[in-house]
């Protein structure tokens, strides 16, 4: 016996809605409550699902498929609405039934003891009031794959790309013969032979056969693949203010290169990147050319060109934080930044004219030098008050970045930096110039909450202090990795290992501001801010080099709450490479997660194992993502 199947899938998005914090609303309106809409003679009615075998997993998911049963508190409009309602329900059965391979099954709904077929010829039900509806499944046995083709719309066999044999696509024999294997399997064809270079692709037809006396099913896909195409001419469309030639430019698809749909994923990302839209769609044509090119088209919406951004942060050794910018996007067209940012910090801890001040005005200019090298620019100025020194400083910067790949970017350019500092050596001006650089590694998940993947950066940058004739070298280095255990990613680690090393004149002849100082919240916790490395009586000083280490253990508790348990270990040190002779300065602790849409709140409680001269007993930091 042969039964033909329809396969379907369906996805719905859930609506976008509003942040919520403490009883405020951000990012949005607050959610109302949907209108309930009044239905012309409802008709109540009980029901119940029951299943031949007794298999309560799999009447669980069939309760779970039923709109019988999930909006039976939402009576239907008469009698005709309730067969309709239940002529839907058996196909949505007959679907779920399909998931698990029962293609044998027998599905028998009754309205107030009418079979549905019936019901569906007269139109009309006994008058039994609410209307007992129950729905009785034979469930039959699980089908399994038998002889499975992949064949061209000619009836021949395909043999490029793999086609040859399905078992590779999930179409095993043997194994259970579940509708969303077939589907997946459909997917996966024509996915790989998009990956080929053949973006038509597509499974026209599924012969499907079930034979009731081995419960096996045979499935033959009928695929056509089309063309191999070339990417064609890339059109704009959407843009108000960005030009259009800029943003086919950035996108880098390859005109007349084969089709690869890889590089628009890439395409996508990288013009998403830019922060100038709200969105970015990138639309294949539906046919190709003369030439077998396939067109391509690029829809984005643009985000409002002027940003005002706000931010705190506190902790009981550095008091408060503030900072703020305005950032006006896409200055002339081309996805340009401006960006003015200003902070002060320390508040609390010190007078208004000793607390930490900085601003700062950045230029950005994206695709400068071809689509994957970009300049930056600022200049800025910046008064430092840990207690270990008091610096006031001017810098200026300008940089070449380019993007190597999507996970690795560097940097080049030129420094002026001009300081007058007072420290526990006394009073000292400097003039910097300097050719910083860096490159970095960056396969995180999510910057703010990475569960997986490594960040890793490496400067170094050479210069000369102008005034008092010195030559030195700045060199760091910082690695962080995270994994996560387990698919629902509620427990992961993260580890984090810096160092770092100045290479030149003697401590004193080094700018205190530009020295290693480790302690407080982005080093050892538990510390007083700045307040570990070298002492001369018993000041801090500042090292030539430091390490660190970190480690954390995050865990979610719900959906929104989490949990970490934490340890930090470093130094710094008056000699130009780490000395491993003396002891690391540990500290450990605990805190809470709230996760937001825009990352997770975090409160870290941290006690210093080996507190040293102005140390506190315990510390407490308050911030927005993760400490590292």
């Keep these: 016996m042969a039964v033909s199947c329809l396969l379907a899938a369906c996805a719905t998005a859930p609506p976008a809605s509003a942040f919520e914090l403490f009883g405020l609303t951000f990012f949005g309106d607050k ?78 709904i009754r309205l107030a003891g009418e079979r549905l077929e019936a019901a569906l010829e007269t139109g009309d039900l006994p008058d039994v009031r609410p209307v007992p509806v129950t729905i009785a499944v034979e469930a039959g046995p699980v089908f399994s794959f038998g002889d499975a083709a992949i064949r061209g719309t000619d009836g ?9 044999d399905p078992a590779s696509f999930g179409l095993v024999k043997g194994d259970s013969a579940g509708s969303r294997k077939i589907l997946t399997a459909e997917n996966a064809i ?13 499974v026209v037809n599924r012969e499907v056969i079930a034979d009731h006396d081995t419960d096996t099913l045979d499935v033959t896909l009928i695929v056509d693949p089309g063309r191999e195409a070339t990417f064609g001419a890339v059109t704009v469309e959407g843009t108000e203010v960005t030009d ?25 990302k990288r013009l998403n990147d830019l922060g100038i839209f709200s969105s970015v769609r990138i639309v294949e044509g539906d046919s190709l050319g003369p030439n077998g090119s396939l067109p391509i088209t690029i829809q984005v919406s643009e985000r409002k060109r002027h940003v005002i951004g706000v931010g705190a942060n506190w902790s009981s050794s550095e008091g408060f934080g503030l900072e703020g910018y305005w950032r006006r996007r896409n200055l002339f067209g081309a996805g340009e930044l401006l960006s003015v940012e200003g902070s002060v910090g320390r508040i609390g801890n010190e007078s208004v004219s000793d607390m930490e001040y900085a601003l700062r005005v950045a230029f950005e200019k994206p695709g400068a030098f071809g689509p994957m090298t970009d300049f930056t620019a600022s200049v800025g100025a910046k008064q430092e008050n840990p207690d270990a020194y008091l610096s006031r400083s001017i810098s200026a910067d300008a940089f070449i970045r380019h993007r190597f790949n999507e996970q690795v970017t560097g940097r080049v350019g030129t420094e002026l930096y001009y300081a007058e500092e007072e420290d526990v050596f006394g009073k000292h001006d400097y003039f910097l110039v300097g050719i910083p650089a860096d490159i970095r590694y960056d396969s995180r998940d999510d910057i703010l909450n990475p569960t997986k993947g490594i960040f890793t950066t490496l400067f170094g940058e050479p210069a000369y202090d102008v005034r008092n004739s010195d030559v030195m070298f700045f060199l760091r280095g910082d690695f962080s990795t995270y994994r996560a255990l387990g698919e629902a990613k509620r427990f992961v680690l993260a580890g984090r290992v ?26 050892i916790r538990g510390y007083a801010y700045r307040n570990v490395g070298p002492r001369l009586n018993g000041e801090v000083t500042g090292g030539r080099s430091f390490i660190l280490a970190s480690g954390e253990v995050r865990f979610k508790i719900t959906d929104t709450i989490g949990a970490v348990g934490f340890v930090d270990a470093g130094n710094a040190f008056a ?26 709140l975090r409160l870290d409680v941290a006690v210093p194992l080996d507190p040293g001269k102005d140390d506190p007993s315990f510390a407490v930091y308050v911030g927005l993502s993760q400490a590292f």
Excluded: C, H, W
Excluded at 156 to 164: D, K, Q, V
Excluded at 506 to 523: H, K, N, V
């Design 190 to 202: 024509a996915d790989k032979l998009k990956a080929e270079g053949y973006p038509l692709a597509e």
């Design 498 to 523: 810096a160092a770092g090393s100045i290479i030149g004149p003697d401590l004193q002849d080094i700018p205190a501001s530009r020295r290693y100082f480790l302690g407080g919240g982005g080093t």
């Design 575 to 600: 000699t130009m490479y780490p000395d491993f002779s003396e002891n690391l300065r540990v500290g450990v602790g605990a805190g809470l997660r709230y996760f937001t849409p825009v990352g997770p």
């Design 156 to 164: 021949g066999a395909l043999e490029f790309a793999g086609l040859n």
């Design 244 to 268: 259009p030639a800029f943003v086919a430019e950035y996108a880098v698809i390859p005109t007349g290169s084969r089709y690869d749909p890889e590089a628009l994923k890439k395409a996508e």
């Design 31 to 108: 959610e109302e409550a949907t209108p309930q809409v009044e239905v012309p003679d409802p008709l109540p009615y009980s029901v119940k699902l029951t299943v031949s075998d007794g298999n309560e997993e799999l009447r669980t998911a069939l309760e779970a498929a039923s709109i019988l049963i999930s909006q039976k508190d939402s009576p239907p409009s008469g009698e005709a609405g309730l067969i309709a309602r239940a002529v839907s329900d058996f196909e949505r059965l007959v679907g779920r039934l399909f998931i698990d391979g029962r293609y044998g099954a027998t599905i028998d």
